[in-house]
């Protein structure tokens, strides 16, 4: 069942992180004050929570209660391990396939992703803990459930993913219109994480300078690109072709 998926006013958000609620983004707005919103930033920062400042329209628009300046979306879902996860998946009697997504914001190309991501067998997806898309409302009717069905952990940085990827005898593929290659000239046969990039920045250059391949979609009218969604779902089923 999906639980409640917000929680409103600065207090009840601090209490709520330290009895280890699962807090995804905190919405706080813009120009307040005081001794107890200097506590919420406090912990904010030691916790590593993603949050942004807003006009007050939109947490208006966020809860019809008293927000007293502060509403964070609560995940619904409950965060795995990295080390747990890809240790889980080499034991299994599966070829490993990851998914790492580097700071996707948009909540609908999220849940897209996941649905798909589930479809094909995707062992795990791997998320930055800030500046990506929250796990809310939206990306679970989007992704049609699948958000409940795989197993998706949060790293400080994607590099973290990458490295710890490699080191784990896993090749790591970034998806980019910048590569040499087409998709369907690398192998996904093999142990694999494929890492798809935001919306309008793509994959980071910090991150493409150490990752083991990489390769593109041709494209073949006057759009440049596809939507990540969609470019996700090509790379994925081009993965499950390479098993079959």
């Known amino acids: 069942m999906e639980k409640e998926t917000t929680i409103f006013g600065i207090r009840a958000i ?19 004050r005081g001794e107890l919103f200097q506590e919420l930033e406090f912990i904010l920062r030691n916790e590593g929570i993603n949050s942004s400042y807003v006009p007050i329209e939109k947490l208006n628009r ?25 240790l889980n998946v080499i034991e299994s009697d599966k070829t490993p396939l990851f998914l790492l997504l580097d700071q996707l914001s948009d909540v609908r190309n999220f849940g897209a992703i ?18 990506g898309a929250p796990v809310n409302g939206h990306t679970i009717k989007t ?14 940085h994607i590099k973290d993913a990458v490295f710890h990827m490699q ?59 596809l939507n990540v969604s969609v470019a996700c779902g090509a790379f994925l089923y081009e993965a499950v072709r390479q098993r079959q």
């Not at 008293?66 to 996860?85: K, L």
């Not at 996904?188 to 991150?207: K, L, Q, W």
């Open 167 to 225: 080191s784990s005898g896993i090749k790591v593929i970034a998806a980019t219109e910048k590569a040499n290659d087409f998709l369907y000239d690398v192998s996904f046969a093999e142990p694999c994480a494929i890492i798809m990039g935001s919306e309008d920045r793509g994959i980071n250059p910090s991150v493409l300078k150490i990752v083991d391949a990489q390769a593109k979609l041709p494209i073949l009218g006057e759009i440049e690109s």
């Open 114 to 131: 996941v649905r798909t991501a589930e479809c094909t067998g995707v062992s795990g997806i791997i998320i930055q803990k800030k500046g």
């Open 62 to 86: 966020l809860t019809k209660g008293n927000h007293q300046g502060a509403v964070a979306q609560i995940s619904p879902i409950e965060f795995h391990d990295i080390d747990e996860m890809v």
């Open 14 to 32: 601090i209490e709520a992180i330290k009895s280890g609620e699962t807090i995804d983004k905190v919405f706080i707005q813009k120009g307040l």
């Open 143 to 156: 992704s049609a459930g699948a958000i409940f069905k795989i197993p998706i952990c949060k790293v400080d």
